[in-house]
């Protein structure tokens, strides 16, 4: 039987908003020029490295693009692609099954996604969003990871 306001689904039962404010939340998630990107964004540019965004020729449009060092840097959060050793990466125990479902897709495709581009000749680098939590921390690591670039 399918769900109507007189008999609503389980999973609608569980959610206290209306499917119309559901939707209108849904529909504020970002995915590009979110707050942890931009920390990142702005600790990189301290360190004085230069980069383009969202290149949308290579394999998930990665946030930051290094082209010389053939680097590239996912932002992600925590949450959305299931950061196994954080807290914010569990899954909510209303409607359990789309959940995992849908944030397995995710998972499948950023390992997908990080496979092509190394297939490429591209280093793969992520960045948590838990990490931009201690700003000086992800910097030490930042410039571990992306060293300056040896002159011509």
């Not at 399918?2 to 959610?15: F, G, I, V, W």
């Not at 990107?37 to 693009?65: F, H, N, S, W």
Request: charged share 25%; hydrophobic share 35%; aromatic share 6%.
């Amino acid at each position: 039987m399918p769900a109507s306001p007189a008999n609503p689904s389980p999973a609608e039962r569980l959610d206290r908003l209306s499917p119309e404010e559901r939707s209108r939340n849904m529909a504020r998630i970002r995915s590009h020029n979110t707050k942890p990107e931009k920390i990142v964004r702005q600790l990189v540019t301290a360190l004085g490295l230069r980069y383009r965004l969202q290149r949308r020729d290579l394999p998930g449009k990665p946030d930051l693009v290094f082209g010389p060092r053939r680097t590239v840097i996912f932002v992600h959060g925590c949450f959305w692609h299931q950061h196994a050793h954080c807290p914010a990466g569990r899954i909510p125990t209303g409607n359990r099954p789309f959940w995992e479902t849908k944030l397995a897709r995710n998972t499948q495709r950023d390992a997908a996604t990080k496979l092509a581009l190394q297939r490429l000749g591209w280093r793969v680098l992520t960045i948590w969003e838990c990490e931009t939590k201690t700003p000086g921390k992800l910097q030490k690591r930042l410039a571990r990871l992306l060293p300056p670039l040896a002159p011509d």
